[in-house]
């Protein structure tokens, strides 16, 4: 099965790479350099597991407005939120200001997200985006690797004989 699961991994994680730069999201690679595999077996079978880091699954299914963690207007909590902080250092890397600037610009994200919802170029989708284009391919990937394991179990079967 791992064998299988390599196989499905390199094409499967290449084409979220090639959507997440399709889509705009790569600042500093660390979700495509987060993607892994890992075979899990249960009593019921076998399953393949694919992995990133969280934040992945926001960048698929998108945040509501209404689910963005900041209140515009609010009490000032003297930069102790996480939500501003991560703001902080994607405008860092992505303007490379200085933290002033980079802190206007972050509330200026926050609330706009607020509005919008996140991301706010509305792309989103990448995963879902790669399994309804690809399914095709995975299916023959995955119906090509049974088909030659039965045939090299045939070719044994009929050499021992």
Request: positive net charge; glycine residues 8%.
């Amino acid at each position: 099965m791992q064998e299988l699961n390599d196989l499905l991994f390199k094409f499967i994680s290449k084409q979220l790479t090639d959507e997440l730069i399709r889509q705009g999201h790569k600042l500093t690679g660390a979700l495509i350099n987060s993607l892994d595999s890992k075979v899990r077996e249960t009593t019921n079978g076998t399953s393949f597991d694919y992995l990133m880091l969280v934040y992945g699954r926001s960048l698929n299914d998108g945040i509501k407005p209404a689910n963005i963690p900041y209140t515009i207007g609010g009490a000032p909590r003297g930069g102790k939120s996480k939500y501003i902080e991560g703001l902080i250092n994607f405008a860092l890397k992505k303007f490379t200001l200085d933290k002033k600037k980079a802190t206007g610009i972050a509330f200026a994200i926050a609330r706009k997200q607020k509005e919008k919802g996140f991301p706010l170029t509305g792309k989103i989708g990448f995963i879902d985006n790669v399994f309804s284009a690809d399914m095709d391919e995975i299916t023959e990937l995955i119906s090509d690797y049974y088909e030659e394991i039965i045939q090299l179990m045939i070719h044994e079967y009929l050499t021992f004989r």
